[in-house]
C-alpha cells in the first residue's frame, strides 16, 4: 500500500491551497483517513480525520478554514485550506487506516509529506 500526497507549495497569508492524497495497492477497505502536519522543531500533529460515515474533526486552530473530504471510490482524501495563515505553515502528512486482501485488521499507513509554506 502507498499513500502520495501533492499539492504542497508556497502561498501568500490568506491564499489558499488543496492538499491531495491517492492510496493505491492491494486495498480492500479504508476506515478513517487523517491529515497531519509537523511544523519546523514541532511535534507532529493530527489536523483533521475523516470516517467511514464522513464525520470529521478538525484541531480548534484550522476550524472553518480547513475542509477534508474524501471519495471512497478513488481512495483519495483531500483537504482544502483557505484563509492560510505563517503559522500553517508545516509538512502535512496524510494517513489512512487501511485493511488491504488477506488481511484480517486494518492499520495505519503513512504518506510521505508534502511542504506548505504560508508567507506573511
Known amino acids: 500500500v502507498q499513500l502520495q500526497a501533492s499539492g504542497g507549495g508556497l502561498v501568500q497569508a490568506g491564499g489558499s491551497l488543496r492538499l491531495s492524497c491517492a492510496a493505491s495497492?492491494?486495498?480492500?477497505?479504508?476506515?478513517?483517513m487523517y491529515w497531519y502536519r509537523q511544523a519546523p522543531g514541532k511535534e507532529r500533529e493530527l489536523v483533521t480525520s475523516?470516517?467511514?460515515?464522513?464525520?470529521?474533526t478538525y484541531v480548534d486552530n484550522v476550524k472553518g478554514r480547513f475542509t477534508i473530504s474524501r471519495d471512497d471510490a478513488k481512495n483519495t482524501v483531500d483537504l482544502q485550506m483557505k484563509s492560510l495563515k505563517p503559522e500553517d505553515t508545516a509538512v502535512y502528512y496524510c494517513n489512512a487506516n487501511i485493511r488491504t486482501y488477506g488481511s484480517v485488521t486494518h492499520r495505519n499507513y503513512w504518506g510521505r509529506g508534502t511542504l506548505v509554506t504560508v508567507s506573511s
Open positions: 475523516i470516517l467511514g460515515d464522513g464525520t470529521t
Open positions: 495497492g492491494n486495498i480492500r477497505s479504508i476506515n478513517a
